[in-house]
T-cell receptor, first 115, second 112 residues
């Protein structure tokens, strides 16, 4: 597609439920990032993929969070046993090169609300 | 891991005023530096970037930034702001590990 696509754009769930957020990067982009942005804050790094592998997952807050990118394209961020504090906008970005050397192209984000 | 600090949370200017937004980073190795902008209702987009060479970098829409290695700074400047520059501005840094860390952002409001 023309840009980074994220679905759903909006997700409301109840505390304790499982959530999946999907990111479809720009075709051919090898680097993919997930960030979390709370109101009034900058994007908080979660995980970075280079191809299929997670090159850096040091930003995942705890073991309830997991992300995959099995074929090196689409990525899914999975959150188990959601908590109210997980409410935020989850941003995905992709880059043509190894991420740190190139421009990141961001999606519109998935707004997660945990009631 | 690297970290980024942005000094100003909210800046309010009148049109034609000059702008400078502060950014300091913490990282011991070689860094790549970026400024991203988020206009109201839009996604983040790149304003300018520094990898190497001339420490004064020019970006889109008349913005520029200067990398001062001794101060670990990468401040964003614009000589004369416009109402359309109202947005949130984020400084970002990546290091040898290729991850990208962002500052908390500065909200700029330009009064017409």
């Amino acid at each position: 597609g023309a840009g980074v696509s994220q679905t759903p754009s909006n997700k409301v769930t109840e505390k304790g439920k499982y959530v999946e957020l999907r990111c479809d990067p720009i075709s051919g982009h090898t680097a993919l990032y997930w960030y979390r942005q709370s109101l009034g804050q900058g994007p908080e790094f979660l995980i970075y993929f280079q191809g299929t592998g997670a090159a850096d997952d040091s930003g995942l807050p705890n073991d309830r969070f997991f992300a995959v990118r099995p074929e090196g394209s689409v990525s899914t961020l999975k959150i188990q046993r959601t908590e109210r504090g997980d409410s935020a906008v989850y941003l995905c970005a992709s880059s043509r090169n190894r991420g740190g050397t190139g421009e990141l192209f961001f999606g519109e984000g998935s707004r997660l609300t945990v009631l | 891991a690297q970290s980024v600090s942005q000094h100003n949370h909210h800046v309010i200017l009148s049109e034609a005023a000059s702008l400078e937004l502060g950014c300091n980073y913490s990282y011991g190795g070689t860094v790549n530096l970026f400024w991203y902008v988020q206009y109201p209702g839009q996604h983040l987009q790149l304003l300018l970037k520094y990898f190497s060479g001339d420490p004064l970098v020019k970006g889109i829409k008349g913005f520029e930034a200067e990398f001062i290695k001794s101060k670990f700074s990468f401040n964003l400047r614009k000589p004369s702001v416009q109402w359309s520059d109202t947005a949130e501005y984020f400084c970002a840094v990546s290091g040898n590990n290729n991850d990208m860390r962002f500052g908390a952002g500065t909200r700029l409001t330009v009064k017409p």
